[in-house]
């Protein structure tokens, strides 16, 4: 489906938008007037003194500033999100889930509702950390906005785009592509094609995804900063007083709060900065593989991450298995047996998964905690390990990705129970890869 808006093009840039001529202030940020008497309000992602090389921040020219709003209230209805370790169970057992529910007939869940706590490392209050959660809804945000407090969201739509209207202007996602908005960056998602589900990495505090370092790849490979769109200013204007009662939500310390207001939030008429929401499409990310032999690591397969203070080591990482060739010789192609140092949480966005022959859905899940084996099931090691090996297509018509973090994440009541999508049979996946040694001494 074609996508009705127009994006500025590029990753990390200093942007400058315009919904009216003119209405960005020339040379300075505060000038005693605004244009056409606009509001200046500064949105920092990053402390002032924050190096150069990674200062976020943006500029906004809006009809109101967004103080103008009563006080903020708990929000009274239940919630299944989390923002903490201490609130959720640890466990080294490899865990599946099937397709998380959509919403049932009758009900009315928007994005914000229908958000749930799948797995917590570390504790949004402190800023350190992640969250990975599930989203299913069916209802759009009618004068209805919302905002992190606690980290970024990185947003992976399984079923269904979104229509996310932000402060900055419009974005149309849908399945395969993702989008990234940024801690405190107010918006409203609609739902075009009805029902949708997702999957959602959250990274805490004032750690922000970045491309990857390409070393001796070069210059060139993976994604492609020119491939990243960023919403173009856009604004709606209702006057005080006579606008629409406005609901503002925040997820702050986990919890929900809201607060009431008489006009739009979304009342941005121009903008500049490097803070801002964006988009990719993960068709036009350029595969790096193996050309002569083995299974090469899966980080050569990472679209973003968020670093931490040790050099190679991520908060997060956000990883795809695209189509691509596979041409190695003498090789057992698909992922090996694995110990990892890392949390490996897996979403499946359609097709099947290569390294399962069964059972791993799309809008289902897996995680495979720090230190816990996992690899190829029984099927697929046997295909594979007699395959003749022939230059061949692998993942066509699919799209599976991976959250990594070198955080130990714990799981939600609501994921080991409540939702009832736990397979309690995963582990037998396994059970039938018997031994095969040969004593030929």
């Not at 001529?21 to 402390?47: I, V």
């Not at 020219?61 to 103080?67: A, F, L, N």
């Not at 998602?189 to 070393?215: M, S, T």
């Not at 190695?328 to 897996?346: G, K, L, W």
Request: with cysteine; glycine share 8%.
């Amino acid at each position: 489906m074609t996508d009705p808006y127009s994006y500025h093009e590029g990753f990390g840039n200093h942007f400058t938008s315009e919904a009216l001529p003119n209405a960005l202030p020339k040379g300075q940020n505060t000038p005693q007037k605004c244009p056409y008497s606009l509001y200046a309000e500064q949105l920092s992602g990053t402390a002032f003194t924050a190096p150069r090389s990674h200062n976020q921040r943006s500029w906004l020219y809006r009809i109101r500033p967004s103080v103008v709003h009563k006080p903020f209230t708990p929000l009274d209805k239940p919630s299944f999100l989390l923002s903490s370790a201490s609130e959720c169970e640890l466990t080294p057992t490899q865990l599946r889930w099937d397709p998380f529910d959509l919403p049932e007939k009758g009900e009315s869940v928007d994005f914000v509702q229908g958000t749930k706590t799948i797995s917590v490392g570390g504790d949004g209050a402190s800023g350190h950390g992640l969250a990975i959660h599930i989203y299913a809804a069916n209802a759009n945000m009618t004068c209805r906005a919302f905002y992190n407090s606690d980290g970024d969201y990185l947003i992976v739509p399984q079923q269904g785009r979104l229509d996310i209207c932000t402060e900055f202007g419009k974005m149309m996602v849908a399945p395969n592509e993702i989008c990234v908005i940024p801690r405190g960056i107010r918006y409203s998602v609609a739902l075009p094609d009805g029902p949708v589900r997702g999957y959602i990495l959250e990274i805490y505090g004032q750690h922000h995804f970045e491309l990857p370092d390409l070393g001796p790849i070069g210059a060139n490979g993976l994604a492609n900063p020119r491939d990243f769109l960023t919403p173009k200013a856009a604004y709606t204007h209702d006057k005080a007083g006579r606008g629409q009662l406005w609901q503002i939500v925040t997820k702050y310390g986990g919890k929900l709060f809201v607060a009431e207001q008489n006009h739009t939030p979304f009342d941005v008429v121009a903008w500049h900065g490097n803070y801002v929401p964006y988009k990719y499409d993960l068709a036009k990310f350029c595969v790096i593989n193996t050309v002569s032999y083995d299974h090469i690591d899966p980080s050569i397969f990472t679209v973003l991450t968020a670093k931490s203070a040790f050099p190679g080591v991520a908060i997060a990482d956000f990883v795809i298995f695209p189509p691509r060739w596979a041409v190695a010789e003498n090789t057992f192609r698909p992922p090996y047996f694995h110990r990892n140092c890392m949390s490996e949480f897996m979403g499946l966005i359609l097709g099947d998964y290569e390294g399962k022959a069964g059972g791993f859905a799309p809008g289902g899940a897996s995680l495979h905690s720090i230190m816990t084996p996992h690899g190829p099931d029984a099927k697929v090691f046997e295909a594979a390990s007699n395959a003749k090996l022939d230059c061949v297509r692998v993942a066509d018509g699919t799209q599976s990705f991976m959250f990594e973090t070198s955080l130990t994440l714990s799981v939600s009541p609501w994921a080991l129970r409540t939702s009832g999508k736990v397979q309690e049979n995963y582990w037998k996946a396994w059970a039938d890869l018997d031994t095969k040694f040969e004593d030929t001494c």
